[in-house]
T-cell receptor, first 108, second 112 residues
Framework: RKEVEQDPGPFNVPEGATVAFNCTYS??????FFWYRQDCRKEPKLLMS???SGNEDGRFTAQLNRASQYISLLIRDSKLSDSATYLC?????????FGAGTRLTVKP | DAGITQSPRHKVTETGTPVTLRCHQTENHRYMYWYRQDPGHGLRLIHY???????DKGEVSDGYSVSRSKTEDFLLTLESATSSQTSVYFCATLDDSTDTQYFGPGTRLTVL
């Protein structure tokens, strides 16, 4: 079983749609959690950290459920520019572990 | 963006040859990482460093070695490249005040 598992996707949605990505992790000792975004042939970049209480940044909402070892990312009012691969990242001990990523394509 | 550069950006080599990839950072971050990224696998950790001369193995370390003689440089060496090491290699650093990783632009390595 992989340490971090994500919805395989791809997700193809129209502009304005709401889309949700899920992620589960196996190491219960994990201390911090993140969503990264990666554009085609580019390096990953931090989208947002995920806090226990849940957090929101504009159209993006991240949730963490420690008991179920589950992380989610919700994107509201999708834009064409949201098209990318979204990576779930878990940090058990400063050796970050990445999910394989979920590809999102937002279409006009 | 953190000042992370990787060299070379692209390399084609032959099976059995040694290859060294360089990562350079200007942020004075203590932690540095080498990942490889392959379709269907996402980013997999090869080795990481938590200080000068302090390194540890990641989940796919076989066939790779690393060295860190200065805070700013982290080298990844393939002693004898194999075709299975064809991949995109990313270097990253960790800002441990924010727990945020910053990535270099990547190196595309092809082993023929």
């Amino acid at each position: 079983r992989k340490e971090v598992e994500q919805d395989p996707g791809p997700f193809n949605v129209p502009e304005g749609a709401t889309v949700a990505f899920n992620c589960t992790y196996s190491n219960s000792a994990s201390q911090s959690f993140f969503w990264y975004r990666q554009d085609c042939r580019k390096e990953p970049k931090l989208l947002m950290s995920v806090y226990s209480s849940g957090n929101e940044d504009g159209r993006f909402t991240a949730q963490l459920n420690r008991a179920s070892q589950y992380i989610s990312l919700l994107i509201r009012d999708s834009k064409l520019s949201d098209s990318a691969t979204y990576l779930c990242v878990v940090n058990p001990n400063n050796d970050m572990r990445f999910g394989a990523g979920t590809r999102l394509t937002v279409k006009p | 963006d953190a000042g992370i550069t990787q060299s070379p950006r692209h390399k084609v080599t032959e099976t059995g040859t040694p290859v060294t990839l360089r990562c350079h950072q200007t942020e004075n971050h203590r932690y540095m990482y080498w990942y490889r990224q392959d379709p269907g696998h996402g980013l997999r950790l090869i080795h990481y460093s938590y200080g000068v001369k302090d390194t540890d193995k990641g989940e796919v370390s076989d066939g790779y070695s690393v060295s860190r003689s200065k805070t700013e440089d982290f080298l990844l060496t393939l002693e004898s490249a194999t075709s299975s090491q064809t991949s995109v290699y990313f270097c990253a650093t960790l800002d441990d005040s924010t727990d945020t990783q910053y990535f270099g632009p990547g190196t595309r390595l092809t082993v023929l």
